[in-house]
T-cell receptor, first 114, second 114 residues
Framework: GAVVSQHPSRVICKSGTSVKIECRSL??????MFWYRQFPKQSLMLMAT?????????EQGVEKDKFLINHASLTLSTLTVTSAHPEDSSFYIC??????????FGPGTRLLVL | AQSVTQLGSHVSVSEGALVLLRCNYS??????LFWYVQYPNQGLQLLLK??????LVKGINGFEAEFKKSETSFHLTKPSAHMSDAAEYFC????????????FGQGTRLTINP
């Protein structure tokens, strides 16, 4: 149990376009999900907390107009990178809080902006 | 504020040898502590967690960790390393009474020599 999926696993897009990444908790409901960004050979950086039915909470320094988060149901959160630029290229990972208070992570999405 | 320090960004051991990955934390409240493993181009997988029950926690794949309050440590061990243990390992801390945000250490890359 406690499986989290992400789609797509890898995406390449042109500069200026928008990209949507989905995060799903497959076998449990999650009121809270998190979005992280990971640069090569570095740790995870928390971007925002996604709360079902309410606005996301962004960490300091993260542009909320650039990284749009929607948590429309208890099993789905989406991250949309708007007007993507090459510096947005990164590995994006989501996680979902299980009722046992453990975060379960998705497999990640590799974004490459050309 | 909570923080996590992983001593050694890179640890190398021989196959069959003891694995010891060090983690020290700082927290103003009794914390929850976690070890996650990340294989290349994948998300994080929970190895084990401490949530104020038994101080010696056993996880998957033969790993275990001991919570030592006096030393503010939560080191990860495995008696005998396998080649498949080669990966990046992250220690993380969260505040049980807070927003369940995880604060990650910088990670330790474990290499297994044949």
């Amino acid at each position: 149990g406690a499986v989290v999926s992400q789609h797509p696993s890898r995406v390449i897009c042109k500069s200026g376009t928008s990209v949507k990444i989905e995060c799903r908790s497959l076998d449990f409901q999650a009121t809270t999900m998190f979005w992280y960004r990971q640069f090569p050979k570095q740790s995870l950086m928390l971007m925002a907390t996604s709360n079902e039915g309410s606005k996301a909470t962004y960490e300091q320094g993260v542009e909320k107009d650039k990284f749009l988060i929607n948590h429309a149901s208890l099993t789905l959160s989406t991250l949309t990178v708007t007007s993507a630029h090459p510096e947005d290229s990164s590995f994006y990972i989501c996680s979902a809080i299980h009722r046992d208070e453990t975060q379960y992570f998705g497999p990640g999405t590799r974004l490459l902006v050309l | 504020a909570q923080s996590v320090t992983q001593l050694g960004s890179h640890v190398s051991v021989s196959e069959g040898a003891l694995v010891l990955l060090r983690c020290n934390y700082s927290s103003s409240v009794p914390p929850y502590l976690f070890w996650y493993v990340q294989y290349p181009n994948q998300g994080l997988q929970l190895l084990l967690k401490y949530t104020s029950a038994a101080t010696l926690v056993k996880g998957i794949n033969g790993f275990e960790a001991e919570f030592k309050k006096s030393e503010t440590s939560f080191h990860l061990t495995k008696p005998s390393a396998h080649m498949s243990d080669a990966a990046e390992y992250f220690c993380a801390v969260s505040d049980p009474g807070g927003a369940q945000k995880l604060v990650f250490g910088q990670g330790t890359r474990l290499t297994i020599n044949p």
